[in-house]
């Protein structure tokens, strides 16, 4: 039935859509019917596309027929609202932006319109990419499928509550400082940061430009691994992408992962873990173990140091960035601004960002001024240097390494909003590998007693998103918690 077609995964239906088993049409029909029945739920979307979802849906019908084999033709994907869309508005979760509709696409955008991907919305995230709970929105939260009273983490939230309720089939989402992988890990799906460089950030609103990076939030490794092949690669517009070779991932699944060192870093295992999620990341070690994976103890003694460099580093790069949102070029300009430049530049932001926003700007700027910038700024830089190192030196000895995303599962809404330090350390496991740059990977492994995911987390070298690849397949070919579906699905059949 048309209505199930947005049950099937991404491979699943590319390989329907090639045999001619299944139209692009009614995937793109189907995956609307889904919006349209759990949206007023789940929130995960600022903008819904559905005219143009069918016109690219025809489109891919006739790229089909005429015997193409794009690497996403035909399948339906959602947008994090921080990605610019040539004629379809993008507000990266701000009111000083709206009403803002970009002129031009981001290269990943344009990429996926290449392999013939089909466009049906764009996702609600954290205001300018800043939050780890996707509340601090200013068009409110999204709500976890698996949960519609917590958080879907953040910042892209929208992108993996939409795959998670079966909305599209995949995404794409932003991570910073883990704002992939840990909406990833509350919400069941499959995140990939890639290493630094691997996509092009052009045409993505910048939060924090040494760390943003864009990646897939998919169903599955496998889906993730088609998504990375179409989306990565170098660009001329963004002088930090690498001009390396893009391999092919879906070959790299191979399920064969016997000789591989896994470092297990001991600072990643506190006391004060959650015992769910423990038992859930060691189990899925185990797993790995018996396929004949070796594990290997491995220590990043300055990760304790992450959190504290991440929230002088990132907010000092966003008060510059976000100093183009002024009230004179694009966006938000108040009426009635008195004739005064100044007032106007105050007002127009002040009413246009959040309190989030406004939090980081002040961070950053206070840690960029005269008299602070070598205490704390250079400070900063310097201990993101022995972040890097302590991978460098752990990577001697191990492949990948493997550890919780989360220290927790997801959140009540509400829970943290009132301690910013509480939800800042709910990016504990993640940060680091945006200090160093390497490629990060979250995968389902488990649920706690409230029936909520557990998030596995794979890093790896640089460039080597293949093993994390590999790795994370191979564990999804002998579980199915990426395969589990949340009880709101279940509630909206009965609809």
Same mark, same amino acid.
């Given at each position: 039935?048309?209505?199930?077609?947005?049950?099937?995964?991404?491979?699943?239906?590319r390989?329907?859509?090639r045999?001619?088993?299944?139209?692009?049409?009614?995937?793109?029909?189907s995956? =609307?019917?889904?919006?349209?029945?759990?949206e007023p739920?789940?929130?995960?979307?600022?903008?819904?596309t559905?005219?143009?979802?069918?016109?690219?849906?025809?489109?891919?019908?006739?790229?089909?027929?005429?015997?193409?084999?794009?690497?996403?033709?035909?399948?339906?994907?959602v947008?994090?609202?921080?990605?610019?869309?040539?004629?379809?508005?993008?507000?990266?979760?701000?009111?000083?932006?709206e009403?803002w %509709?970009?002129?031009y696409?981001?290269d990943?955008?344009e990429r996926l319109?290449?392999?013939?991907?089909?466009l049906?919305?764009k996702?609600?995230?954290?205001? *300018?990419a800043? +939050?780890?709970?996707?509340?601090?929105?200013a *068009?409110g939260?999204?709500?976890?499928?698996?949960?519609l009273?917590?958080?879907?983490?953040?910042s892209?939230?929208?992108?993996?509550?939409?795959?998670?309720?079966?909305?599209?089939?995949a995404a794409?989402?932003?991570?910073?400082g883990?704002?992939?992988?840990?909406?990833?890990? *509350?919400?069941?799906?499959c995140?990939?940061?890639?290493?630094y460089?691997?996509?092009?950030?052009f045409g993505?609103?910048?939060?924090a430009?040494?760390?943003d990076?864009?990646?897939?939030?998919?169903?599955s490794?496998?889906?993730?691994?088609?998504?990375?092949?179409?989306?990565?690669?170098?660009?001329?517009?963004?002088?930090?992408?690498?001009?390396?070779p893009?391999?092919?991932?879906?070959?790299?699944?191979?399920?064969?992962?016997?000789?591989?060192?896994?470092?297990?870093?001991?600072e990643?295992?506190?006391?004060?873990?959650n015992p769910a999620?423990?038992?859930a990341?060691?189990?899925?070690?185990?797993i790995?173990?018996?396929?004949?994976?070796?594990?290997?103890e %491995?220590?990043?003694?300055?990760?304790?140091?992450a959190?504290?460099?991440?929230?002088?580093?990132?907010?000092?790069?966003a008060?510059?960035?976000?100093?183009?949102?002024?009230?004179?070029?694009?966006?938000?300009?108040?009426?009635?601004?008195?004739?005064?430049?100044?007032?106007?530049y105050?007002?127009?932001?002040?009413?246009g #960002?959040?309190?989030? %926003?406004?939090?980081?700007?002040?961070?950053?700027?206070?840690?960029?001024?005269?008299?602070?910038?070598?205490?704390?700024?250079?400070?900063?830089?310097?201990?993101?240097?022995?972040v890097?190192?302590?991978?460098?030196?752990? *990577?001697?000895?191990?492949?990948l390494?493997?550890?919780?995303?989360?220290?927790?599962t997801? #959140?009540?809404?509400?829970?943290?909003t009132?301690?910013?330090?509480?939800?800042?350390?709910?990016?504990? #496991?993640?940060?680091?590998a945006?200090?160093a740059?390497?490629?990060?990977?979250?995968?389902?492994?488990? #649920?706690?007693?409230k029936?909520?995911?557990?998030?596995?987390?794979? =890093? +790896?070298?640089?460039f080597?998103?293949?093993?994390?690849l590999?790795?994370?397949?191979?564990?999804?070919?002998?579980?199915?918690?990426h395969?589990?579906?949340?009880? =709101?699905?279940k509630?909206?059949?009965?609809?």
């Open positions: 039935m048309v209505n199930d077609l947005c049950e099937l995964s991404l491979v699943a239906a390989d329907a859509l045999c001619g088993e299944i139209r692009a049409l009614d995937l793109a029909e995956c =609307l019917e889904r919006i349209n029945t759990v739920e789940v929130r995960a979307l600022l903008t819904v559905a005219e143009r979802a069918r016109a690219e849906a025809a489109l891919a019908e006739t790229r089909l027929a005429a015997g193409e084999r794009g690497a996403l033709l035909g399948i339906p994907i947008l994090k609202d921080l990605v610019a869309t040539r004629g379809v508005r993008t507000t990266c979760g701000s009111r000083i932006l009403n %509709v970009p002129p696409d981001a990943c955008v319109q290449q392999a013939g991907a089909v049906v919305g996702s609600n995230l954290d205001e *300018f800043m +939050g780890s709970s996707n509340e601090n929105s *068009f939260p999204t709500h976890n499928p698996w949960d009273a917590c958080v879907p983490g953040g892209s939230g929208g992108s993996a509550a939409a795959v998670a309720a079966r909305e599209c089939a794409l989402g932003t991570d910073t883990g704002s992939i992988r840990l909406p990833a890990s *509350f919400t069941g799906t995140g990939l940061k890639p290493t460089g691997r996509v092009s950030r993505l609103a910048a939060y430009s040494s760390l990076q864009i990646g897939p939030i998919t169903r490794a496998a889906d993730a691994a088609a998504v990375l092949s179409v989306i990565a690669g170098h660009d001329p517009r963004d002088s930090t992408t690498s001009a390396r893009v391999p092919d991932y879906e070959a790299a699944l191979t399920g064969d992962v016997r000789g591989l060192r896994i470092g297990v870093p001991r990643y295992f506190p006391d004060e873990l999620v423990r038992q990341v060691e189990n899925a070690l185990a790995l173990v018996e396929r004949g994976a070796e594990p290997v %491995v220590s990043l003694p300055h990760s304790r140091y959190v504290a460099t991440y929230y002088l580093l990132a907010p000092a790069e008060s510059s960035n976000l100093a183009r949102y002024d009230g004179v070029r694009f966006g938000l300009r108040v009426a009635d601004p008195h004739d005064d430049l100044l007032a106007m105050q007002r127009t932001r002040d009413a #960002f959040g309190a989030e %926003v406004k939090r980081r700007i002040l961070l950053g700027t206070w840690a960029l001024s005269s008299g602070y910038y070598d205490a704390y700024y250079l400070k900063a830089q310097r201990t993101r240097r022995l890097r190192q302590d991978f460098e030196t752990a *990577f001697q000895s191990c492949d390494l493997l550890a919780p995303t989360g220290a927790t997801a #959140f009540q809404l509400g829970e943290r009132a301690d910013p330090l509480a939800m800042y350390l709910s990016d504990v #496991f993640t940060i680091a945006n200090l740059g390497i490629p990060g990977l979250s995968v389902p492994c488990g #649920f706690d007693s029936l909520l995911p557990i998030g596995l987390q794979l =890093l +790896g070298r640089w080597d998103e293949a093993s994390l590999r790795t994370a397949d191979a564990l999804q070919r002998d579980t199915d918690w395969l589990r579906r949340p009880p =709101l699905l509630t909206a059949e009965t609809r």
